[in-house]
């Protein structure tokens, strides 16, 4: 019952690892063809292998875990989702109903246990709610801001000589629950009126604008416009990155000129952003002389760090329209004179060149020159997801994203041990794209197991490791505050053989230690069209990512190399 | 600021928890907290005073209302409204005491509701400031129990907080 109204629902992948209390809808799986189970290695990669496909279709993501250890796994992954709201529904078993609360074998509170990391969660009492709870569920997750949703099942619920009569609700309603639809038309008039007049005008995008669908709307927006965007880590592809309004990334490893335009500016538009403090740096010198103009579907994300002047609470999509049209009809106009002057001041910041790539000697490759080749022999068109670390900062400053949902990594949890898992996700849900995870050798370690599932699946994914053979963003953070002493952020002495670990699992591996060499083994490697290459590719094990936000200061204080600082 | 912020509830298993696991979770405080099912069985209405600044109870309200097991909810000190609390306490109260505690009683209108050779149990009711003033003034009779239901509370005049 429970897999007929995930096919109703239009499901046709499930990620998931069985166990005792799952069994009965193992059987269930056994006994039909619609809906796809993909059988990963650890909770952990299920729950991110959703996550990688619900962020590069829109689609949300479903895990099916068994109870205790199996539930328990799939924690991290949920947080994950959580943090970035990605649609996710993860389906755990649970012990008998009779059993509950007695510590039964692999019994644990999993309604408990993942409260603060999800959007709502149920447990279903009678097989006869199944259809129901499933069509709430998926409702919940995917409006709204969007998020994880558990269901949690005792394995009575599911028993399968339990009958009762099945159907499939068409509609839900919640009276609890309602998704905020258009913007309030005052609020948004109010807007549209300061971002005509402003001087110095920039617009602030984030994830909000991925998961709106809200990227060509945005860019129509801006490019009428004509002034200066930049986005977030999360919002990377929402405006189309090679554009030369594009100021780059912003925040702690943004772009010069993206934080500089933030911190002189007189107008910020932010959409579907949640001024994060890896954004902002110190939140009281936060853009000082700005109006604060903030567009988000979650009231409980305006005004939560930054008070916004202007707040509207609305779907991206409808504000946006909602503004063009009100741009038109404007008397307001906007003052060239004026942009004209602070596109020649950003102009002026961009010289700076802030992700210059300064050559390493000796044929040594830099990590940032990696990035680059990656992009330039996928025409910059692949599905990149990233683990965490310095690697995933390279990723974001140094592949241009032109289109939404193609960058996939995990912003807000920062979650090590994403970047595979997500990118097999993304290959299920696009079998023939190429789909790149951009990853460090210490993240890799951390959900290698999958080599295994992408060998079963026949899943052709490319993984870029970065080895720097180091916690390399940890080691960085050593370096400028700890006097470079590196407490255990580094193991270059017990490091695997990663061609021999990729050939043990039936795949390629490949290593490449020379700049001379790097554009033509990457070509090779990408070339191998079905099969999953791993590419150790050595990097100088000393660089940093810069720029850097200098902490405590505002957004305009960064360390832009070893030795200059604004 | 003090707030009380009344809410109604879907009466699901698990609701209360998800109420409560937010302020703990995002380190907002709980002075007092009552709940209890209202004349729709389907709802509970729960009570909930806490201190913030306008910033952080607008954040409280709104992370509140985003709970999906979240009907409704009304920040009833934003407008004129009525809070009530009962307290039963304990007390020893022999000799000249009896009396004493007897006069403060009616002074506060509170009940003598149990009595023993050497113990009182008085109920009051009214606002938590009220109950306060009550112990204050019994201070020098020795306490033996004091047992608080926590703010409940309505809006006054026609605002009624309903589905
Ligand atoms: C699960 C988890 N544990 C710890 C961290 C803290 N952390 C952030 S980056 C990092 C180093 C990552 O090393 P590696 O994957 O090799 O990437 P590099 O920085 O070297 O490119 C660590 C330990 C984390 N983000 N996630
Ligand atoms: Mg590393």
Redo the contacts between chains.
Sequence with gaps: MLIRALHDEGVELIYGYPGGAVLHIYDAIFNQDKVEHILVRHEQAATHAADGYARATGRPGVVLVTSGPGATNAVTGIATAFMDSIPMIVISGQVDSSLIGSDGFQETDMVGISRPIVKHSFMVQNPADIPNIVKKAFYIATTGRPGPVVIDIPKDVTDPSKKFKYSYPESVKLRSYSVPAKGHTGQIKKAVEILLAAKRPILYTGGGVIQGEGSALLTELTQKLGYPITNTLMGLGAYPATDKQFLGMLGMHGTYEANMAMHFSDVVLGIGVRFDDRVTNTISKFCPGAKILHVDIDPASISKTVAADVPIVGSVTSVIEDMLELIKSSDTKIDRKALDLWWKQIDGWREKDSLKVVPAENDVIKPQQVIQCLYEITNGDAYVSSDVGQHQMFAAQYYKFDKPRRWINSGGLGTMGFGFPAAMGVQLAFPDAVSVCVTGEGSFQMNLQELATCLQYNLPVKIVCLNNQALGMVKQWQDMQYGGRYSHSTYAESLPDFIKLAEAYGHVGMRIEKLSELKQKMTEAFALKDRLVFIDVMVDPMEHVYPMAIKGGSMKDMILSKTERT | MRHIISILL?NE??AL??VV?LFS?RNYNIESLTVAPTEDHTLSRLTITTVGDD?KI??IT??L??L????KLVDLTEGAHIERELMLIKVKATGAQRDEVNRTADIFRAQIVDVTSTIYSIQVVGTSAKLDAFLAAINGITILEVARTGVSGVSRGEKVLS?
């Design positions: 879907e298993p698990g928890s998800r696991g979770q910033r607008e954040q709104k992370h209302n985003k999906v097991d979240v009907v589905v």
